[in-house]
């Protein structure tokens, strides 16, 4: 699909969404073990279950039927809250997230960053702090990004098994 085709879409699933009454966090496109995902990200006040799924699925379905065309020949449609690694997608997100920590991967040779965001300037170039550094970079220049959730201090990493109990 082209860039200015898939901006197109991303724009009216968007705007369906919203109409809905759904916020929108996010849509993507990728492809995972040569199928194509079309991902779309729902955010809700009280957070969002199943049944905004189901509801924002169809009311996207017949849409999507319409500009086949338009997209890769098979795809699946998977609509679903962000979660607690949420996905980043536009500089707000890094404003609205700033202090958490994040991992980025660059456009520029690939590479793989993770470190706590401390802003976005004006420009929209995303500043984060790494091994005591701050770094900026533009916007464009992030290929993907999401939140790392980390445990609290003192919140326990794993189960402790009980002893079973002797006869």
Do not use: W
Request: charged share 30%; hydrophobic share 30%.
């Amino acid at each position: 699909m082209e860039k200015e085709e898939y901006g197109a879409v991303k724009k009216e699933l968007r705007s369906r969404v919203e109409a809905m009454g759904y916020e929108c966090a996010g849509i993507e496109l990728v492809s995972e073990a040569g199928v194509y995902v079309l991902r779309v990200f729902l955010e809700m006040p009280d957070g969002v279950d199943t049944g905004d799924c189901e509801t924002v699925s169809r009311g996207l379905s017949s849409y999507l039927d319409d500009i086949e065309d338009m997209l890769p020949e098979h795809y699946m449609l998977e609509v679903s809250s962000p979660g607690a690694e949420r996905p980043l997608f536009c500089p707000e997100d890094y404003r609205r997230f700033a202090g958490n920590t994040v991992n980025m991967r660059l456009r520029s040779g690939g590479s793989t960053l993770e470190g706590v965001i401390a802003g976005v300037t004006e420009d929209d170039e995303v500043l984060i702090t790494s091994d005591g550094r701050e770094l900026k970079f533009p916007f464009g220049e992030i290929k993907c990004a999401h939140l790392v959730c980390a445990p609290q201090k003192g919140q326990k990493k794993s189960f402790r098994k009980t002893p079973k109990k002797k006869k």
